[in-house]
Nanobody, 128 residues
Framework: QVQLVESGGGLVQPGGSLKLSCAASLDVYAIGWFRQAPGKEREGVSCIRSSNGNTYYADSVKGRFTISRDNAKNTVYLQMNSLKPEDTAVYYC????????????????????????WGQGTQVTVSS
């Protein structure tokens, strides 16, 4: 079992910045950030592979968000700059524990990873 704890959400004005953290209870293959706004489906934002730092971003956040990791702390960060009101959502981190593709997997995939473990989410509100 993997436990994930997000932190760093809050209220910020348009154009502002926030940095989210996702602390994992053990080493995982990859971690992704997702968000879900009211009335919308959950969407992938960014993900990173622990071993080599390879990253992937959704088009909507490219150039504004940066994902990074500190393997010594089993923690992944999401630096969010130039925030827009449409970035308002609950942000979740999720983990792909082993990085093995499963033909029977029916969960959420993003960036080529399969996510089995989810954090509780942290609210990000962008408003003036």
């Amino acid at each position: 079992q993997v436990q994930l704890v997000e932190s760093g959400g809050g209220l910020v004005q348009p154009g502002g910045s926030l940095k989210l953290s996702c602390a994992a209870s053990l080493d995982v293959y990859a971690i992704g950030w997702f968000r879900q706004a009211p009335g919308k489906e959950r969407e992938g934002v960014s993900c990173i592979r622990s071993s080599n730092g390879n990253t992937y971003y959704a088009d909507s956040v490219k150039g504004r968000f940066t994902i990074s990791r500190d393997n010594a702390k089993n923690t992944v960060y999401l630096q969010m700059n130039s925030l827009k009101p449409e970035d308002t959502a609950v942000y979740y981190c999720a983990a792909d524990l082993h990085g093995v593709s499963r033909p029977y997997y029916s969960g959420i995939t993003f960036g080529g990873y399969e996510y089995d473990y989810w954090g509780q989410g942290t609210q990000v509100t962008v408003s003036s």
